[in-house]
């Protein structure tokens, strides 16, 4: 069973790397990299790596203005020039994990599953990283295991006045991102951002053992520029939650204060925990420790 995936990118060559190596080594046949800066793109001689560069003639006059917007294009493109059997779409600080070669894991579903699910999980360290190969070296992650009231009242408790702009403690979104079969099924006009939930018959299943590893963190000023980007206007996301845009107004307003050293101590409270903390958090099932990116498959 072959599978693809398909990135909508605007970040360093070392992280597109890092995601480029990471889903060659989990199978993945094709990766369709898509620049959504034309400034900023980094070439790779690679015969896995399809790169598209969208620029105005791409667009051909036609660009939409939302972020999520493209990506969904994109993903729409992706999967209409697969060969393969699947298609994942996701963002370039999402690594699937998987205990299982995810082929395995996919010619194993019935006929009829069309999309499969899969959970974020979300990365935090015991130190602040300083490299983008930092970022995806840590083995541990915060998962929803416990229900939502259980890990609001747990992160609460840690996070203090930054809890409200979590959701139940993650920064980032908790609804996953999505496998999608690419041929013999009906017409399918547009991929999701998310997954196909509610979207029938695309509605998705989970599969055990299938995780997303989300880096939402970053090196301090890639997050800085993700954030801010995103309430200055110079990246428009519609769809950004409020949780989102409340934190990208923290960061604006801590960074206009005091430059990037107003950054650093709102960073390592949302994304460092302290062994204690770390302990506690395992315990209570609300983080699990799984293996370096350089295991699994």
């Known amino acids: 069973m072959t599978w693809d995936v398909v990135v909508t990118a605007k970040d360093t060559r070392e992280a597109i790397s890092l995601f480029i190596r990471r889903y060659k080594a989990m199978g993945a046949s094709r990766i369709f990299l898509y620049y959504d800066d034309p400034a900023d793109v980094h070439l790779f001689d690679d015969d896995a790596v399809e790169i598209t560069v969208c620029n105005p003639a791409y667009w051909a006059g036609a660009r939409p203005e939302g972020l999520e917007l493209r990506q969904k294009w994109n993903a729409t493109q992706a999967r209409a020039r697969s060969a393969a059997d699947w298609i994942f779409s996701c963002d370039i600080d999402e690594h699937l994990w998987s205990e299982t070669p995810v082929s395995a894991l996919l010619a194993a579903l019935p006929d009829q599953v069309l999309s499969v699910s899969v959970p974020p999980i979300e990365a935090v360290y015991d130190r602040p990283p300083e ?38 403690g993650y920064w980032g979104h908790t609804h996953g991102k999505s496998f999608t079969r690419v041929h013999g099924t009906p017409e399918l006009t547009e991929m999701p951002l998310h997954n196909h939930a509610g979207r ?98």
């Open 131 to 168: 490299s983008e190969t930092d970022i995806v070296a840590t083995p541990w992650f915060k998962t929803q295991d416990r229900d939502a009231d259980a890990r609001a009242a747990f992160w609460g408790g840690k996070l203090g006045d930054l809890a409200g702009l979590s959701v139940a």
């Open 200 to 297: 029938s018959p695309f509605a998705p299943v989970r599969v055990p053992g299938l995780w997303l590893r989300h880096y939402d963190c970053r090196v301090l000023d890639s997050w800085h520029r993700k954030h801010v980007g995103r309430i200055d206007g110079s990246v428009k996301t519609p769809r950004m939650g409020r949780e989102r845009r409340q934190i990208a107004r923290l960061l604006r307003n801590a960074y206009a204060a005091d430059g990037a050293a107003g950054l650093r101590p709102i960073y390592e409270r949302m994304f460092c925990l302290d062994p204690a903390t770390l302990q506690e958090a395992a315990e209570q099932g609300m983080i699990r420790r799984f293996p370096p990116e350089d295991a699994g498959h």
